[in-house]
């Protein structure tokens, strides 16, 4: 207890900060959920002007929580308060998709703040900075950002799509009758959003003390090529519908639990599913995409899980995601010249 008290506190940065998946996130971050329970936190709250009051409010609710780890809170809508010397950038900020809406109506008006937020990470944040997007379109966002923070690693960059890993997680268990703790191993592969590829070709269900592939244990092949894959898919869409809203305690959640496992690294013999650089020699993905690939992490560093088997039928997924990225990419980098 007393070692914790003299640890140096980290500075983490939370764009979007007065949004909705903050308001979630914050809490978990500053009480110990995410960096560890005796890891002191500087939390940086950046946000547009207008949105200043809220982030106000927000402030008087962390005070008003009396959380020991959280040493300073900074509100600011400035970059260079927001991003100097930080130790993780968590980039929510973005402007969400609502309802009918599809993700290439957001590239426009998204990829000009990441790369304005790339360049500030280059200039301002400490060079071992770990930086996570969360903002839509998220792989390309992340994309974005990482192009104009040439100063900073490329493997410090990831994007978010273990929601997606979590809501594959889930519809499986569920589906066995198991809690989602019981099932590991499941891959997203490729985009966040709806040509993303959930496979669990290899896949693991613990039913009752015994370890099966997900398709054995599962026993429907036609529903885990159909309706899982679906719905999968379209859950972002689905919460949106029904809540006029896009998902915001499941995302904060998720990205919880994408730090956490690069903070604390990933279980013996596990694997989780996170957007990073491809760099061309893994599963004949292209290159200069983030690509969201099964990966294990160590000592804050990730390495994609290779040589796994690919059938036909998880090829043509997994192409056909990587060529939507592609796509996604030019398309951002023409809006930006
Ligand atoms: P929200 O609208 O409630 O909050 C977004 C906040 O970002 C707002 O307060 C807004 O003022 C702020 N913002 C806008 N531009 C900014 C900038 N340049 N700098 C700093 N802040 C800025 O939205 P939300 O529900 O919290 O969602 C945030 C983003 O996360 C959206 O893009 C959404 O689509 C995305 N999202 C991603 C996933 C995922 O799994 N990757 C899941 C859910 C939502
Ligand atoms: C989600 O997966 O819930 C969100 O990314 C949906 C969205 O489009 O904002």
């Not at 308001?23 to 002007?49: C, E, M, S, W």
């Not at 490729?190 to 015994?210: E, F, K, L, M, R």
Request: proline share 4%; charged share 20%; hydrophobic share 45%.
């Amino acid at each position: 207890l007393f070692l914790s008290h003299q640890s140096e506190p980290i500075r983490v940065l939370v764009t979007g900060a007065a949004g909705q998946i903050a308001y979630t996130l914050l809490y978990r971050i500053a009480k110990g959920d995410v960096f560890g329970k005796d890891q002191p936190i500087i939390l940086i709250l950046l946000d547009i002007p207008p949105m200043l009051p809220v982030l106000d409010g927000v402030v008087m609710e962390l005070q008003d929580c009396a959380l020991p780890l959280l040493r300073e809170i900074i509100p600011t809508d400035k970059i260079e308060v927001g991003f100097k010397d930080i130790d993780a950038a968590i980039l929510v900020g973005s402007m969400p998709r609502k309802e009918g809406m599809e993700k290439k109506d957001l590239l426009k008006a998204n990829v000009a703040i990441f790369k304005t937020q790339g360049a500030a990470l280059d200039k301002y944040a400490k060079k071992t900075v770990q930086v996570v997007v969360v903002g839509n379109p998220a792989n390309t966002n992340c994309l974005i950002a990482l192009k104009f923070a040439p100063s900073i690693p490329k493997e410090n960059f990831s994007c978010l799509t273990r929601l997606d890993h979590n809501r594959a997680c889930s519809q499986v268990a569920m589906h066995c009758g198991v809690s989602s703790d019981k099932v590991k191993n499941v891959i997203i592969w490729g985009n966040h959003y709806s040509t993303q590829y959930p496979d669990v070709h290899h896949a693991i269900v613990n039913t009752h003390g015994c370890e099966l592939g997900a398709y054995k244990a599962v026993k429907n092949d036609a529903w885990l090529h159909g309706d899982f894959i679906l719905t999968v898919q379209q859950r972002g869409a689905a919460v949106i519908k029904a809540r006029k809203l896009s998902s915001a305690m499941s995302a904060a959640n998720a990205v919880c639990d994408h730090i956490k496992d690069i903070w604390f690294g990933t279980k013996e013999g596990e694997f989780i599913s996170m957007g990073v650089y491809a760099a061309g020699n893994s599963y004949g993905i292209p290159e200069d995409l983030i690509y969201s690939f099964p990966v294990q992490i160590k000592n804050k560093r990730w390495k994609v899980v290779d040589g796994m088997s690919t059938n036909d039928f998880s090829r043509a997924k997994m192409n056909a995601t990587a060529a939507e990225l592609m796509e996604e990419r030019d398309a951002a980098l023409d809006f930006l010249t």
